[in-house]
């Protein structure tokens, strides 16, 4: 069984083609790539990604107006049938501005467009994205983004954190974001938001290979399933 997955392109998206080859790379088939005007998606999808870049020139707020594409009623009603969704930099801007994931992604602490590899922490390996690392893993992933300061009340964070949907920590401060959150989960642990870039850290020519394994998990899980 090869995996079906999908990667959404919005205009503005500029890590769609490399989150294709991520994919391609680590589940031996290409993803189908999807319009953000289509209404539908494919059948029998597997898996779901949103690429990052700056949807619709980041206009309003980052991912606000993708959140409101058309396909993205497709990807909200698959999201809630239980198909997994990745969302990364302003994928995961596109899913807070969905409903899919809480919280929101504000300006960089300090007004400073942030663009180099940073060191994260694996703050839960119980998920079908996480699957592949240790608990507490050390790992090496590179972020380009200007709004990736994640935002939410205390309420929220206290229950995420208790829910165990904190999936990445920044090691160190990068963006000002709370508690150092790099990565959220949805309640099901089927949505994963994170602000670093896993697709360009998938072979020795990227300079680092830690983001292949959060790939190969969902990829050997759903395969299996």
């Not at 870049?53 to 049938?81: I, K």
């Amino acid at each position: 069984m090869s995996l079906r997955a999908a990667v959404i392109t919005f205009p503005g998206s500029n890590c769609d083609r490399d989150m294709a080859a991520a994919l391609e790379q680590v589940a031996g088939t290409p993803p189908l790539r999807v319009w953000h005007g289509d209404a539908a998606l494919p059948d029998r999808l597997d898996f779901i990604a949103l690429p990052g870049g700056f949807s619709y020139g980041d206009y309003l707020r980052s991912g606000a107006m993708a959140a409101r594409s058309p396909v993205m009623q497709a990807v909200v009603a698959a999201a809630a049938r239980g198909v997994p969704v990745l969302g990364v930099c302003n994928g995961f801007q596109v899913l807070t501005e969905a409903g899919l994931l809480p919280g929101a992604l504000m300006r960089n602490a300090g007004i400073r467009f942030v663009c180099r590899e940073v060191a994260l922490t694996v703050a839960n390996n119980q998920t079908l994205f996480t699957a592949g690392y240790a608990a507490g893993q050390a790992i090496r992933i590179p972020v380009a983004h200007h709004d990736g300061n994640y935002f939410a009340d205390p309420d929220t964070l206290d229950r995420l954190e208790g829910e165990g949907r904190v999936a990445f920590r920044y090691a160190e401060p990068v963006n000002g974001s709370a508690r150092n959150i790099a990565g959220v989960l949805n309640a099901s642990g089927t949505v994963l938001g994170m602000m670093p870039h896993p697709e360009r850290a998938v072979e020795p020519a990227h300079g680092g290979i830690d983001g292949r394994a959060l790939f190969e998990a969902a990829v050997a899980a759903l395969v299996r399933a």
